[in-house]
């Protein structure tokens, strides 16, 4: 959702970038702001400007909120720097029109809600059963800005609706928006040019979260039968075959599903929930977003780097497997106890493969065995692949 480069017309996105670059390509530069700064504020130091991507919503709330909280000590730095140099003064025009701080000001507001529904998707433990609710929670705030109060009532009113259809004529663009508006002393036409852009930008924006929604969205919306409390209530509906057969499950395996979802266990007093658990798994294991793809990318560029750059295919699987158990075991190659033949191993000439002619030797049970034995398809054994440790 890069539409940030819409809103040219008041140049922000420009404006943001050159003041990052303003202090970090001159270390004499920053202290000077840090002076100037600490003089004005009593000593306290100032927050680090930090560097917007238009592709990245999370960096771009951060560099506003960061930009807003010290306006005016950043319109007199550039003030008392404007007449030595161009960009300089270029910055302090910037800051000087009070246009830019009330699109600002309307981007904080909006742009935290982005964030709110951005980290739900790409986090690592959220809950895929309340996704769906914090997308519409997102789209709902960022269409109650512009559209007509009864304009849209339920969730699917908001999905097709036409937001440029139904604008508001007086829309509310934030609390810090409209504070601003107060405060500042510009003329009526040029604060309603400044609204009619950032309806501009909310319409482009609805729109989109309405385009970028996903072709399973009717599964996303059919998971929160899987809800703790609509999986313990007592009187339970039919509502959760309706996800079964969106994932594939056949007639008699719904059947067995409703079943088990009624009884806790058989005539024979034995748990058998099979039908039901995959059906759990099929629906929990759908990627929700690319964020755990984008991880493992940028963990393989981490661990196959250009000093590294001939390392085999095989090798850098098995080290990303690597890394990846140790997160989820919570720890890392300093807190990891290696088991005591791979210790005894390491500087020897013995070879080691993944299966060990020693696994039944074993002093500690408790300790991870080395041993493993790799089986395809056909549960055919795969001949150990054997190589030297080498230190």
């Known amino acids: 959702m890069s539409i940030l480069p819409h809103m040219v017309s008041c140049a922000v996105p420009k404006y943001i970038r050159e003041t990052y670059n303003w202090f970090s390509h001159s270390p004499k530069r920053e202290c000077f702001w840090w002076d100037i700064y600490e003089t004005i504020n009593c000593g306290e130091q100032p927050l680090k400007i930090l560097r917007s991507s238009d592709t990245r919503w999370l ?59 951005v980290k739900s998707f790409e986090s690592e433990d959220s809950n895929p059963v309340a996704l769906l609710n914090t997308l519409m929670t997102l789209l709902r705030s960022v269409c109650n800005r512009v559209l007509m109060p009864t304009a849209a009532t339920t969730d699917k009113d908001y999905l097709s609706i036409q937001i ?167 720890k890392n190659c300093f807190s990891y106890e290696l088991p005591a033949d791979v210790i005894t191993a390491i500087g020897s000439n013995s070879k080691y493969s993944f299966k060990s002619k020693n696994a039944d030797k074993s002093d500690d049970p408790s300790q991870p065995s080395t041993s493993a034995i790799i089986i395809n398809q056909d549960e055919e054994e795969i001949q150990a692949e054997v190589f030297e440790v080498d230190f």
């Open 59 to 117: 960096s771009v709330e951060q560099t506003v909120t960061r930009i807003l909280s010290q306006w005016e000590e950043l319109k007199l730095h550039f003030s008392l720097n404007k007449y030595n140099c161009f960009t300089a003064e270029l910055l302090h025009s910037m800051y000087e029109d009070e246009r830019n701080r009330l699109y600002l000001c309307y981007l904080r507001s909006i742009l935290n809600d982005v964030q709110i529904g």
């Open 164 to 330: 440029e259809a139904h604008l508001n004529p007086v829309p509310y663009l934030g609390y810090l928006f409209e504070l601003q508006v107060q405060k500042n002393t510009l003329p009526n036409d040029v604060i309603n040019a400044v609204r009619k852009r950032c309806v501009e930008f909310t319409v482009k924006l609805g729109k989109d979260i309405q385009q970028r929604l996903p072709s399973n969205y009717i599964i996303l919306e059919k998971m929160c039968q899987l809800s703790v409390e609509n999986t313990l209530r007592q009187g339970k509906d039919n509502k959760i075959a309706d996800l079964a057969t969106e994932l594939g499950f056949d007639d008699e395996a719904i059947d067995k599903l409703l079943q088990q979802l009624r009884k806790y266990t058989n005539a024979a007093g034995i748990n058998t929930f099979q039908e039901l658990s995959d059906l759990a798994i099929s629906a929990l294991s759908l990627p929700h977003s690319n964020a755990e793809v984008e991880r493992a990318y940028s963990a393989m560029n981490i661990v196959k780097n250009k000093l590294r750059n001939k390392m085999a295919v095989k090798t850098l699987n098995s080290t990303l497997l690597i890394r990846n158990q140790l997160k989820i075991m919570k």
